[in-house]
């Protein structure tokens, strides 16, 4: 059958490549979203791709994912610094996640180098540009185990 992947980008992601280009560059979402797809097929894996600017639309999300999924990719845009709500809709589902930033955090406003994610990370990506989305991909192929999926 091969992996399943999540991908899930939070609010204003939609605006990628259209809006501060000199931050989060010029490739659109659904550009990201489909070369995922293509990265993921490459490895024998299917990947499906949500994005949504509402916390509980995300949250009802990775619920929904509960034993159909093998590793959830999610960057949660401005709710990293803000959401204890997605971050136990992490947890509850039990599905290795990998966090990922298109900026680096870390060399922006101090209120952006906490993440209510990072601590439970099976790893974290940031400052690679969309790029990291590919080696997110890769490495969620490569390392994250299959599992028995719920019919
Ligand atoms: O660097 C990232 O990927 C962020 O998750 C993006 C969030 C912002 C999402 C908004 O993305 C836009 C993309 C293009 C144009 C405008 C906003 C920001 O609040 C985080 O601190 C870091």
Known sequence: MGKSILLINGPNLNLLGTREPHV???TTLSDVELSSCE???SHGAVLDSFQSNHEGAIVDRIQAARGKVDG???NPGAYTHTSVAIR??????GIPFIELHVSNVHAREPWRHHSYFSDKAAGIIVGLGVYGYKVAVEHVCVNFEEKEKEA
């Open 39 to 41: 990265v993921a097929a």
């Open 72 to 74: 959830i990719i999610i």
């Open 88 to 93: 136990d809709a992490l947890l509850s589902v």
């Open 24 to 26: 989060y560059g010029h």
